[in-house]
C-alpha cells in the first residue's frame, strides 16, 4: 500500500507565533518526545490529524455501551524509564499484571504458561522439554539484558564524512564493542543465531513438543508477515521479550482503561509541562526552505513556523507524502521507497454478552485472563502463511484473543465482555487486485468462525464487532501497509540501519527536520524508546541537556 496524500496543498497562510518545535503526530512516542524537550525549557507544539492523542494506542467505544484498546491492546514493552521520567502514574496511568501469561488451548489439552506454572504444564507434553525450559529461559534473558541495555541508546550512526567527524561514533561503535565482548561465547552464539536463524530452526533445536514451540513460536510472527521459518523471524521473537511490568521481566500486562489510559496519561504529562497540543490538524507538507525544515501547512491552509520539526510517522509516509521528493538524495529517497512495511496483521473488537467456554478448558477461570493463542503448531502458523501469500488470508488463522474486561470492569456493562482478536495471517495488499474494503467482513466471519471452533458459542455470544483490515490501521492510524511497527524488523532495518544506514541518530538528511517514531531504533510496540531518544539527540543539537 502507498502512503496516503493529501488530495491538495492549499496555499499557505503563516501564523505569526514561532515555536521551538512542532511535533508532527500525536502517537505515543511523539508524546513522549514533547514531554521531554518540554521539560528541557523548549516550546514545543504536537499536531495530531485525529480528534483524539494517541495514534495506534488509544480506546475508544466501538459498539453502544463497550470500549476497547482499538489497535495496540496489551502492555509490556512501555520502558519503565519513561513510566518514571513523565511520572506516568501520578497522571493516571495504572497497569495490572495478567494473572496468568499464556493459554495455548490445543486438540488433546491444553499448555498454561505463566509464573510457577510453565515448567510443569510443558511436562504433560514432554519431559526432555520441562528440563530444559530453564536453561532456555536462563540462555535467552542473557541476550535479551544485553540488548534492553541498548533500548534507551542512539545507535552507532555510520555517516559520511572525515575519520575525525566520525570518531564520536567510533567511540559509540567501541563502547557497544565492548559491551558484546563481555559476553561469553555461549550468549555471543545464541545472539548470532537470534539476529539470523528463524523462530522455528531456533526452537526446533531446544524442543522436541509442539506446544511449548507454539507458545514461544508465536512471538516470531506477531506483526511480522512471515512464517515462523523464515530466517530473521527468531529477532522478532526476541523483540517481545525486551519488556517488563511492574518490575518484573518478561511480564505482559494490561492498563486499567485500554491502551488509551497510557496516552491519555502521556497527554496529560505534555500539558503539564507547558506542550501545546492540537488535534483534528493533519499536516499537509513539511516546507523544506533553504535547505531546512521549519514550517509545516496544515489540510486547513494554516502554516506553522519552528527551528525544528519532529516527525513520529512512518518514514514512508513522512518522505513519500509529506516532503517535496526534490529536497531528498536521490540513494536516500530510493532507500525510503524500498522501505519494507507490512505486518499481516487483522484487528477486531468484539463485544460479548458472555464469557467464551474453551472445549481444552471448559468454563471460568483465571485462564481467560490470559493471553489465548489459537494456533496449535509451528506447521500452523508456517501454513497460514503461505495460504495468506496465495489467497490473502488463510481459513484456518493464527488468533491471540485478550478478554481485558477480566481484570478490568469499567471496559463493558456489568455481566458482559469485550475480547480483542489480534488476527495473522492476512496479506497487506490482496492479491489479484483486490480490495479490502469488499472482504472486511467476509475475514471477520473467519475470524469467529476460528475461535468458534475452539470456544463452541463463542459466536451466539457476539453482540457487535469491530473490524480493521491493513488497509484501515493504514488510514485510520497512518500505519503503512497495516505496519504496526513502523517498518518491519529485519536485519537491514535495525539498529544503525533503523530507517536507513546513515540516519539512525534521528536526524533527517533535512536540517531542522527529526523522526521520532517507531520507525527509528529500537523499532514497534508501545515502548516510548523512540521519543526518548530522539528528545535526546534534538536537546543536544539545542545546546541542553536530558532532564
Same mark, same amino acid.
Given at each position: 500500500?502507498?502512503?496516503?496524500?493529501?488530495?491538495?496543498?492549499?496555499?499557505?497562510?503563516?501564523?505569526?507565533?514561532?515555536?521551538?518545535?512542532?511535533?508532527?503526530?500525536?502517537?505515543?512516542?511523539?508524546?513522549?518526545?514533547?514531554?521531554?524537550?518540554?521539560?528541557?525549557?523548549?516550546?514545543?507544539?504536537?499536531?495530531?490529524?485525529?480528534?483524539?492523542?494517541?495514534?495506534?494506542?488509544?480506546?475508544?467505544?466501538?459498539?453502544?455501551?463497550?470500549?476497547?484498546?482499538?489497535?495496540?491492546?496489551?502492555?509490556?514493552?512501555?520502558?519503565?524509564?519513561?513510566?518514571?521520567?513523565?511520572?506516568?502514574?501520578?497522571?493516571?496511568?495504572?497497569?495490572?499484571?495478567?494473572?496468568?501469561?499464556?493459554?495455548?488451548?490445543?486438540?488433546?489439552?491444553?499448555?498454561?504458561?505463566?509464573?510457577?506454572?510453565?515448567?510443569?504444564?510443558?511436562?504433560?507434553?514432554?519431559?526432555?522439554?520441562?528440563?530444559?525450559?530453564?536453561?532456555?529461559?536462563?540462555?535467552?534473558?542473557?541476550?535479551?539484558?544485553?540488548?534492553?541495555?541498548?533500548?534507551?541508546?542512539?545507535?552507532?550512526?555510520?555517516?559520511?564524512?572525515?575519520?575525525?567527524?566520525?570518531?564520536?561514533?567510533?567511540?559509540?561503535?567501541?563502547?557497544?564493542?565492548?559491551?558484546?565482548?563481555?559476553?561469553?561465547?555461549?550468549?555471543?552464539?545464541?545472539?548470532?543465531?537470534?539476529?539470523?536463524?528463524?523462530?522455528?530452526?531456533?526452537?526446533?533445536?531446544?524442543?522436541?513438543?509442539?506446544?511449548?514451540?507454539?507458545?514461544?513460536?508465536?512471538?516470531?510472527?506477531?506483526?511480522?508477515?512471515?512464517?515462523?521459518?523464515?530466517?530473521?523471524s527468531a529477532y522478532v521473537l526476541l523483540h517481545h521479550l525486551f519488556g517488563e511490568v511492574n518490575g518484573?521481566?518478561?511480564?505482559?500486562?494490561?492498563?486499567?482503561?485500554?491502551?488509551?489510559?497510557?496516552?491519555?496519561?502521556?497527554?496529560?504529562?505534555?500539558?503539564?509541562?507547558?506542550?501545546?497540543?492540537?488535534?483534528?490538524?493533519?499536516?499537509?507538507?513539511?516546507?523544506?526552505?533553504?535547505?531546512?525544515?521549519?514550517?509545516?501547512?496544515?489540510?486547513?491552509?494554516?502554516?506553522?513556523?519552528?527551528?525544528?520539526?519532529?516527525?513520529?510517522?512512518?518514514?514512508?509516509?513522512?518522505?513519500?507524502?509529506?516532503?517535496?521528493?526534490?529536497?531528498?538524495?536521490?540513494?536516500?529517497?530510493?532507500?525510503?521507497?524500498?522501505?519494507?512495511?507490512?505486518?499481516?496483521? =487483522?484487528?477486531?473488537?468484539?463485544? #460479548? %454478552?458472555? !464469557?467464551? $467456554?474453551?472445549?481444552?478448558?471448559? +468454563?471460568?477461570? *483465571? @485462564?481467560?485472563?490470559?493471553?489465548?493463542?489459537?494456533?496449535?503448531?509451528?506447521?500452523?502458523?508456517?501454513?497460514?502463511?503461505?495460504?495468506?501469500?496465495?489467497?490473502?488470508?488463510?481459513?484456518?488463522?493464527?488468533?491471540?484473543?485478550?478478554?481485558?474486561?477480566?481484570?478490568?470492569?469499567?471496559?463493558?456493562?456489568?455481566?458482559?465482555?469485550?475480547?480483542?482478536?489480534?488476527?495473522?495471517?492476512?496479506?497487506?495488499?490482496?492479491?489479484?487486485?483486490?480490495?479490502?474494503?469488499?472482504?472486511?467482513?467476509?475475514?471477520?466471519?473467519?475470524?469467529?468462525?476460528?475461535?468458534?471452533?475452539?470456544?463452541?458459542?463463542?459466536?451466539?455470544?457476539?453482540?457487535?464487532?469491530?473490524?480493521?483490515?491493513?488497509?484501515?490501521?493504514?488510514?485510520?492510524?497512518?500505519?503503512?501497509?497495516?505496519?504496526? =511497527?513502523?517498518?518491519?524488523?529485519? #536485519? %537491514?532495518? !535495525?539498529? $544503525?540501519?533503523?530507517?536507513?544506514? +546513515?540516519?539512525? *541518530? @534521528?536526524?533527517?538528511?533535512?536540517?531542522?527536520?527529526?523522526?521520532?517514531?517507531?520507525?527509528?531504533?529500537?523499532?514497534?510496540?508501545?515502548?516510548?524508546?523512540?521519543?526518548?531518544?530522539?528528545?535526546?539527540?534534538?536537546?543536544?543539537?539545542?545546546?541542553?541537556?536530558?532532564?
Open positions: 500500500m502507498t502512503a496516503l496524500k493529501a488530495p491538495h496543498r492549499p496555499r499557505p497562510r503563516p501564523t505569526p507565533e514561532t515555536r521551538d518545535i512542532v511535533v508532527v503526530g500525536g502517537g505515543h512516542n511523539g508524546l513522549v518526545c514533547a514531554a521531554y524537550l518540554a521539560k528541557a525549557g523548549l516550546k514545543v507544539t504536537v499536531l495530531e490529524r485525529r480528534d483524539v492523542v494517541g495514534g495506534a494506542a488509544v480506546t475508544e467505544e466501538f459498539h453502544p455501551g463497550f470500549r476497547n484498546s482499538v489497535a495496540s491492546y496489551t502492555v509490556s514493552l512501555l520502558n519503565p524509564k519513561v513510566i518514571a521520567d513523565l511520572d506516568l502514574h501520578a497522571h493516571g496511568l495504572e497497569i495490572v499484571e495478567r494473572r496468568i501469561g499464556n493459554f495455548l488451548p490445543l486438540e488433546d489439552g491444553y499448555l498454561l504458561a505463566g509464573e510457577g506454572l510453565t515448567r510443569d504444564q510443558v511436562s504433560k507434553f514432554s519431559s526432555i522439554d520441562a528440563e530444559r525450559l530453564a536453561e532456555y529461559e536462563a540462555r535467552l534473558e542473557v541476550v535479551a539484558d544485553t540488548l534492553r541495555a541498548l533500548v534507551l541508546e542512539t545507535p552507532p550512526n555510520l555517516s559520511e564524512g572525515s575519520w575525525l567527524g566520525a570518531l564520536p561514533e567510533l567511540l559509540k561503535a567501541a563502547n557497544l564493542g565492548g559491551r558484546l565482548g563481555g559476553m561469553s561465547m555461549t550468549a555471543r552464539r545464541d545472539l548470532l543465531d537470534l539476529f539470523s536463524k528463524s523462530a522455528g530452526d531456533w526452537l526446533d533445536g531446544w524442543f522436541e513438543s509442539d506446544p511449548i514451540k507454539a507458545l514461544f513460536g508465536f512471538d516470531s510472527i506477531v506483526g511480522n508477515f512471515a512464517s515462523p521459518y523464515t530466517p530473521g518484573k521481566k518478561g511480564t505482559w500486562g494490561h492498563a486499567i482503561g485500554g491502551m488509551g489510559a497510557i496516552t491519555q496519561a502521556m497527554a496529560r504529562c505534555c500539558e503539564a509541562r507547558g506542550v501545546e497540543i492540537r488535534t483534528g490538524c493533519a499536516v499537509s507538507e513539511v516546507l523544506v526552505e533553504n535547505g531546512g525544515a521549519g514550517r509545516v501547512v496544515l489540510e486547513s491552509g494554516e502554516t506553522l513556523s519552528a527551528r525544528a520539526v519532529v516527525s513520529n510517522l512512518n518514514p514512508k509516509l513522512l518522505f513519500g507524502s509529506l516532503i517535496d521528493p526534490d529536497a531528498l538524495p536521490g540513494d536516500f529517497k530510493e532507500r525510503i521507497r524500498h522501505y519494507k512495511c507490512g505486518s499481516g496483521t =487483522f484487528r477486531m473488537n468484539v463485544a #460479548l %454478552d458472555r !464469557l467464551p $467456554s474453551f472445549t481444552a478448558l471448559p +468454563g471460568e477461570g *483465571d @485462564h481467560l485472563t490470559a493471553g489465548i493463542i489459537m494456533a496449535p503448531s509451528l506447521g500452523h502458523m508456517e501454513q497460514a502463511y503461505a495460504d495468506a501469500r496465495r489467497h490473502g488470508w488463510s481459513k484456518e488463522p493464527i488468533i491471540e484473543m485478550l478478554i481485558p474486561s477480566t481484570i478490568d470492569p469499567t471496559l463493558a456493562p456489568d455481566g458482559q465482555h469485550v475480547a480483542s482478536l489480534f488476527c495473522q495471517h492476512v496479506a497487506p495488499e490482496l492479491p489479484g487486485g483486490r480490495d479490502w474494503d469488499d472482504h472486511r467482513d467476509e475475514v471477520a466471519q473467519v475470524m469467529i468462525d476460528t475461535v468458534d471452533r475452539w470456544a463452541p458459542g463463542f459466536r451466539d455470544s457476539v453482540l457487535g464487532h469491530q473490524a480493521l483490515t491493513p488497509k484501515d490501521l493504514e488510514r485510520t492510524f497512518g500505519l503503512v501497509g497495516g505496519d504496526i =511497527f513502523h517498518g518491519a524488523l529485519s #536485519l %537491514d532495518q !535495525l539498529f $544503525s540501519a533503523r530507517p536507513v544506514l +546513515g540516519h539512525a *541518530d @534521528h536526524r533527517s538528511p533535512i536540517k531542522g527536520l527529526y523522526q521520532c517514531g517507531s520507525g527509528t531504533h529500537p523499532g514497534g510496540g508501545v515502548t516510548g524508546a523512540p521519543g526518548h531518544n530522539a528528545a535526546r539527540e534534538i536537546l543536544k543539537d539545542f545546546g541542553k541537556r536530558m532532564g
